[in-house]
């Protein structure tokens, strides 16, 4: 490491672990900043309690739903985001134009505060203006009335609880279209796609229970301290009990490699932390296959394989062996950036253990093979029988609290034939067979001028896309735009000819309907469902629940269904109920919803019951070890775009990214010092960015360079920011996830001079 690099301002090296004081004084700010101190407290006591509310921090469980308060940071800053004290009031919009608004960053848009009254965007003043719930309602039935079903996009955001997910589609659906863009296409549509191929179910297979008897963790591309946060309570636990976690990552990651845990007395008082992996493998962005390849490839040749699991389970062994085999060493080790030797070590330590775990996250997913990187994840597993047994299985990472869930009740552009049949035989129509668009196909369908409308559910749809010169002017070319939100972002900025702001209520908030307070239900990564009830009050008296939005479009908009949409969200349970008739696994769900911790939907694969086609688990056949197109031009990098610590998806929270020593900015470049070196970059210089991609125009500017501790031939920017680098048909083709993990790009200097702040 280089101790003589220039004086960047916002760059100081972090030395404290993951977690600890630094992580209490963040939360501190946050409740300070955001909440009233008298009603802080008692709302974040209440977080993933059986009354209380469900955080929408991340989908990580706890310990049957039913714990005592576990600290957690990034949690902390949802909740109290979520419920802060600032208002954005119809004065507030009279005051600022659209065009003014534009000019705000992302941070400062939300930073706003909560939405407090429905809004329609004004034309002739350039503002939104209050507009009566009923009136807004007639007018988007009366607009989607008018248009084909096809030319409507129906966006949702995995913070949707099933109960409005459920309601949406089924709008949807009678409408008469399955274009259901979200926010899985964008993460773990390459999980859900590949595994039902694999063993027959887009879902994970662990419990948390599971870890209590894991023998062996392997952790591919994620960082769970950022993103995962509840997570680093399980790999704190693992770590004190001398369970090995080997690390695949591109980038050194603090939480991965130290975490002191805030409950833990001890350490809080010596200022100690605990070594969190056992071993940490730099492997370069898209090399995941190659090393994985390479596991796989010693395991064959120790002939440390579960013979009878193998011969009695699955199909495709030999297919895949043979393939494994005739992988040359010499292209495993330069598309993964690791030597043979450490990745035989790895297969040795695998070997060795009776029950092993491999969880994963976008670094998987986001590459123009996700879907067959997540099928060779499930490979190695089959290998060694650890799918259908305690302490093993494949545990994919979800960010949003409820993104699973959503998908469970049904959004998807690709719906079974099953599935619609009992949808219409329960609420008396014939739903559309067609696929619809997933997310980059429907930006594509609104850039093409095919598209003429975009209801979003939550999110913020145009800056969690790829390619913003393109996709930002085509949501200005809609008809009609809705946007249900509790807070404002880019998003709704790009107006159409007429666009509507509705303002829900957050996941905190008493939910008042005819018949009472209600509950709402969500899905963990673990496939537990459980309830979540708010107790705040509402940031709004004008503020309506998600269902109860959802209803009322439809309600405005279908005008000869045969669901009575308004006694639905009078009362949830029978939102619920219809669940239970449409769907499996939902028995008795109102019930069973009531009992602290809830339950947990089928997962046939840990019965070993496959419900493939062959009814077996099936090894796949991964083609060479190359997951991205090489990129063209000389001295290509790879790009990752990743999230900072203040930051859940699209939201920043704050301008500070502590664990790799960023503070109030966001416009760096993390760079391996070789890398720097060969291109005649200093720490703290300014450059350009342009992918190096055919037909590729896409460009970033003005960034500046930071020294970082990542595999060589890697950079990493954050996203959204440098979503602008990524081309719209730049996919992986089977799910149709974009490939922000690993983007060709070449760098050219702009300036030498330092940015100040």
Request: proline content about 6%; aromatic content about 8%.
């Amino acid at each position: 490491m280089n101790n003589n690099r220039r004086n960047v301002p916002g760059i100081r090296h972090y030395a404290g672990p993951a977690g600890g004081w630094g992580a209490l004084k963040a939360t501190a700010i946050a409740v300070r900043t955001q909440m009233d101190a008298f009603d802080a407290p008692a709302t974040l006591l209440r977080t993933n309690q059986p009354d209380g509310f469900d955080c929408p921090g991340c989908a990580w469980p706890d310990k049957e739903h039913k714990s005592t308060f576990q600290f957690c940071e990034n949690g902390a800053k949802a909740v109290t985001w979520e419920a802060t004290t600032k208002r954005v009031t119809p004065d507030f919009f009279a005051a600022h134009t659209v065009s003014d608004l534009w000019a705000k960053s992302d941070f400062e848009l939300e930073g706003y505060g909560r939405l407090t009254h429905p809004m329609k965007y004004d034309p002739q003043s350039d503002t939104f203006r209050p507009v009566e719930w009923d009136d807004a309602f007639a007018r988007i039935g009366e607009v989607l009335r008018g248009l084909a079903p096809d030319q409507v996009e129906f966006y949702t955001s995995g913070r949707a609880s099933n109960e409005a997910a459920f309601l949406y589609q089924l709008f949807a659906r009678e409408l008469g279209t399955n274009n259901f863009p979200d926010c899985s296409n964008m993460c773990h549509q390459a999980t859900s796609v590949g595994l039902p191929r694999s063993i027959g179910i887009g879902k994970g297979t662990v419990s948390l229970e599971d870890f209590d008897h894991t023998e062996l963790v392997i952790s591919i591309g994620h960082n769970p301290g950022t993103n995962h946060p509840r997570m680093m309570g399980t790999l704190h636990e693992l770590a004190r009990r001398g369970v090995p976690i080997i690390v695949f990552n591109p980038l050194r990651e603090t939480a991965l490699e130290r975490f002191a845990d805030p409950q833990n007395v001890k350490e809080m008082a010596t200022y100690s932390a605990t070594d969190i992996a056992s071993t940490y493998y730099q492997v370069k962005a898209g090399g995941d296959a190659a090393a994985l390849k390479g596991i796989a490839k010693h395991l064959l040749v120790l002939d440390a394989l579960d013979h009878d699991f193998i011969a009695t389970q699955t199909e495709g062994f030999t297919t895949f062996a043979a393939d494994i085999a005739a992988t040359p060493w010499e292209a495993i080790e330069r598309e993964s950036g690791l030597s043979r030797a450490d990745l035989e070590n790895v297969a040795q330590i695998y070997a060795a253990s009776s029950a092993t775990i491999i969880t994963y996250g976008m670094g998987i997913t986001q590459h123009n093979k996700g879907t067959a990187n997540v099928r060779l994840i499930a490979d190695l597993l089959l290998l060694r029988g650890n799918i259908g047994k305690p302490g093993a299985g494949i545990c994919p990472l979800r960010g949003h609290s409820n993104v699973q869930g959503n998908r469970t009740v049904g959004i998807t552009e690709k719906p079974s034939a099953a599935f619609l049949d009992r949808l219409g035989t329960v609420f008396g129509f014939t739903p559309p067979a067609a696929h619809g668009h997933d997310a980059v196909q429907a930006a594509q369908a609104m850039i093409d001028g095919q598209a003429k409308a975009l209801l979003c559910l939550g999110g913020n749809f145009a800056v969690a896309m790829p390619d913003h010169d393109k996709a930002f002017p085509a949501l200005k070319t809609l008809d009609l735009s809705v946007h249900v939100a509790t807070k404002l972002n880019r998003t709704h900025l790009l107006v159409g000819k007429e666009t509507y702001l509705l303002p829900c209520l957050g996941r905190t908030e008493l939910d008042m309907q005819r018949s009472g307070q209600q509950s709402i239900t969500v899905e963990d990564s673990m496939s537990m469902v459980h309830a979540s009830s708010g107790k705040l009050k509402p940031a709004s008296p004008f503020l309506r629940s998600e269902p109860a939005i959802v209803a009322g479009i439809a309600h405005a908009t279908l005008t000869n269904s045969k669901t009575d949409w308004l006694e639905l969200v009078a009362d949830y349970d029978r939102i619920r109920d219809r669940i239970e008739q449409t769907l499996p696994g939902f028995e008795n769900f109102n019930a069973r919803i009531r009992v602290p911790g809830g339950f947990r939907m089928p997962l046939p694969p840990i019965e070993r019951v496959w419900p493939t086609a062959t009814g077996k688990a099936m090894f796949s056949l991964f083609d060479g070890v190359t997951e991205n197109s090489p990129g063209e031009g000389e001295n290509v990098l790879r790009l990752v775009t990743l999230r900072s610590h203040d930051q859940y998806n699209t939201t920043i929270y704050a301008l500070d990214d502590r664990y790799r020593g960023v503070f109030g900015r966001r416009d760096v470049l993390f760079m391996n010092e070789e890398d720097m070196q060969q291109q005649g970059l200093e720490h703290g210089d300014r450059v350009d960015i342009t992918t190096a991609l055919p037909d590729s125009k896409q460009r970033l500017n003005d960034i500046t360079v930071v020294a970082y501790n990542i595999a060589p031939g890697t950079v990493a920017a954050y996203y959204p920011e440098a979503n602008v680098l990524v081309p719209l048909n730049y996919l992986d083709k089977e799910s149709g996830t974009p490939s922000y993990k690993s983007v060709p790009v070449q760098i050219t200097l702009r300036s030498k001079e330092i940015r100040p702040l």
